[in-house]
């Protein structure tokens, strides 16, 4: 009888640490974090802020991970959540810059001119979430960035309360608080029909 292949045991935080350590003496190390975690915070940039941007991105948070990685502290969270934070930051400062762009751009238009829509036009109100529509987009819309950082980090990257703590670098009870109003708020605009998005036990 055949034995069943071995199968490699999935990566554990202190495997993550150890690799980012390493990589502060041996920089092509970090590919292994790379390869580990490109896919899943792609998934998360691009449920934020649609694929033609996630692609761009997702490679400057690891970019940006690679630049930080001498500062990062085992001590202080583990290195999947720190990724998901510097992802977080980077959409909200890509999000920031369409909006001034956005504004600039209306500023310069002349009211009264009729003006074929460009893709300047198209480009967000692209919301959070650039696969959902409607009452959700315009829920999303409504929250404050915080509590939508918390519900995403939480419906679409599947983090934990700690994690969404330790990414977005506030205490675990602020990130239930947060979450519980971003649920009611989201619910209250879909006309009171439970989202059913994140875990309410954390």
């Known amino acids: 009888m055949t034995a069943p292949p071995e199968v490699d045991d999935p990566p554990t ?29 792609y998934r998360y940039v691009a449920a934020r802020i649609g694929a033609e941007a996630a692609d761009d991105l997702a490679a400057e948070t690891f970019l940006a991970a690679f630049r930080k990685r001498h500062t990062f502290d085992a001590a202080r ?13 980077l959409v909200s400062r890509h999000r920031r810059g369409l909006s001034r762009m956005l504004a600039a751009f209306r500023r310069l238009r002349p009211p009264a001119e009729e003006v074929e829509a460009g893709p300047e036009d198209r480009v967000p109100t692209k919301v959070d979430a650039a696969n959902v529509r409607g009452p959700l987009a315009t829920a999303l819309a409504g929250l404050s960035a915080g509590d939508r950082d918390v519900l995403l980090l939480i419906a679409v990257a599947g983090l934990s309360y700690d994690e969404v703590a330790e990414s977005l670098g506030i205490p675990p009870g602020t990130v239930g608080s947060r979450l519980n109003r971003a649920r009611k708020r989201v619910k209250a605009v879909l006309g009171d029909v439970n989202p059913t998005i994140g875990d309410a036990d954390g």
């Open 13 to 41: 935080e202190a495997d993550d640490a150890i690799v980012i350590s390493e990589s502060v003496r041996r920089p092509e190390r970090f590919a292994i974090l790379y390869d580990r975690y490109f896919e899943e915070i």
């Open 77 to 89: 969270g583990a290195v999947r959540p720190w990724l998901y934070g510097i992802a977080t930051n």
